[in-house]
């Protein structure tokens, strides 16, 4: 009797583990630890999420290594007396795994009528679909194509869409839960062509537009905004934004990017937004789309 009640206590125990862990974490890769995501601090005020990878929250957005991702310092530009930001984004995620790893299914649980749901993906899409390592790749383009795979690291079969099909469903889902999408093309990179600093309208920015603008969702081309700013900037100046060689922004670089967030949803037709900045946010220039056509 003794042995079956010892029994029973070690599942009892090893059950309350295994519910204590979220369930993104356990399709996660083995060397990462889980992370929960942050929550509303006033669940009564609307709330501005923001999902993405680490140019958007940089491992813990405490600026380790000295990295910081943009969501950090947006959060001065919102008056936090009329709505909470929560910054859900995680390093190493592209589209598709912040959607096969639960962390989009956690942020809808949280989502209520009136909430705020800003994307920034493309940095980790364009991996390989089934690699060893990550396994973390999308489909190219904005269509309906689909590739099957056996992941090696879920060990689970799985469906790839492409990059647009993630980000449609991000829209839909978070409209079905009474929210409005916000879509932000990706950060440029520090790869310098020419005197200017390569764009990605070709790709991933041109993809994530093209969906905003069939979905009738607000469109932020930080792509364009920042990749200008570092235009006027030079090499020289740019050189002390990133805390490595051409992706990761330091904390100055981060605060570069939130003020082109900013810009951007000011650039706006219709900022849903407007009524929620702080008076940082009044000294920032609009940036609109008219003014970044070529």
Known sequence: MATRAARMIGMSIALAAALAVPAFAQSAPAAEKPVRLPVPAGPTLPTLFLIGDSTVRNGSGDGANGQWGWG?????????????????ARGGRSSRT???????????????????????FGHNDE???DDTARARGTLKGIGDETQEIDNPITKKHE???????????????????????????????????????????????????????AEKAPLVDLNEIVARRYDELGPDQVEPLFADPHTHTSRAGAELNAECVVAGLKGLASNPLAAYFS???????????DTLAP
């Open 127 to 129: 991996g390989p679909l």
């Open 279 to 289: 008076e940082k946010a009044k000294g920032v220039a609009p940036e609109s789309r």
């Open 72 to 88: 950090e310092p947006l959060a001065g530009f919102f008056d936090s007396t009329r709505i909470k930001m929560v910054n859900c």
């Open 159 to 213: 469906v790839v869409h492409t990059y647009g099909w993630y980000l449609r469903k991000f829209i839909a889902d978070a409209r079905a839960k009474g929210a409005t999408p916000i879509v932000c093309t990706l950060i440029p990179r520090k790869k310098w062509a020419e005197g200017k600093i390569a764009r990605n309208k070709l790709d991933y920015a041109g993809w994530a537009a093209d969906v905003a603008e």
């Open 98 to 120: 912040y959607l096969t790893e639960g962390l989009w299914d956690s942020v809808l649980e949280m989502l209520k009528p009136g909430d705020f749901v800003m994307m920034q």
